[in-house]
């Protein structure tokens, strides 16, 4: 007798017979999952988003609404994709070639969009490939990437440029006042130094009891901050 499926389908999802689903995961209605996908266990797949053929995604991910994940992306355990964002696939996108003849799959050679371990993506970004978001880095809504986000930066903007470094937690970092380079989560307390291999911030070795605290905020500092939302 055939086993039940250990994942939720709901009704009017299109779901390739050879893409593999893990435990725990869910899919909305008018989602479409393509052949050779793999998907780890606990992900959700919201309603009308599209994954596409051969993309590899880890446990625990989560794509919101209408999000168009094109192959080959990868995204690693724990990444979160926004309503309506992108990932694009193409360098030179183009419906014919110079003759006008139509193009084929071999006319063209698809590259993709890498997300590491808990990396967010805000709703209606745009990720043109190749770009590699770092892990537990922040998309602001909105942001167009066109290049490498580091590990634990937020990025705004059209390009996307970083205006903070962001904790695992997704609070916005703030300096030690110890006056050394590492910076401090004000919600767990978790302290991160600089990667020098990555360009980004990593989470530093020593345990939170003894991690320097947040510098006092100025009179004139900026509150608002920009979520992946």
Not at 200 to 212: H, K, R, T
Request: some cysteine; hydrophobic content about 40%; glycine content about 12%.
């Amino acid at each position: 007798m055939k086993e039940s499926p250990t994942y939720r389908i709901a009704p009017g999802a299109d779901i390739s017979e050879d893409a593999t689903i893990g435990d725990g995961s869910a899919i909305w209605h008018l989602a479409q999952v393509r052949e050779g996908v793999h998907m780890g266990r606990d992900c959700v797949v919201g309603r009308g988003a599209y994954i596409g053929s051969g993309v590899q995604m880890g446990n625990g991910c989560k794509i919101q609404n209408y999000a168009l994940v094109y192959e080959p992306a990868k995204l690693a355990d724990g990444v979160f994709v926004g309503p309506a964002a992108v990932f694009t696939n193409d360098h030179f996108p183009r419906a014919v070639n110079p003759d006008l003849s139509p193009k084929f799959a071999s006319d063209w050679e698809p590259v993709g969009v890498t997300c590491q371990e808990g990396a967010s993506i805000g709703a209606r970004a745009v990720c043109v490939a190749p770009v590699t978001i770092g892990a537990w880095a922040m998309v602001a809504a909105g942001a167009t990437v066109v290049k490498d986000v580091p590990p634990h930066a937020l990025v705004a903007g059209v390009p996307a440029k970083r205006i903070a470094w962001v904790g695992r937690s997704g609070e916005k970092l703030l300096p030690a006042s110890d006056g050394t380079d590492a910076w401090v989560c004000p919600t767990t307390g978790e302290w991160y130094i600089p990667d020098e291999t990555s360009g980004g911030l990593q989470l530093a070795s020593a345990p939170v009891i003894d991690a320097p605290r947040p510098a006092p905020l100025g009179d004139d500092t900026d509150e608002d901050d920009e979520r992946a939302g």
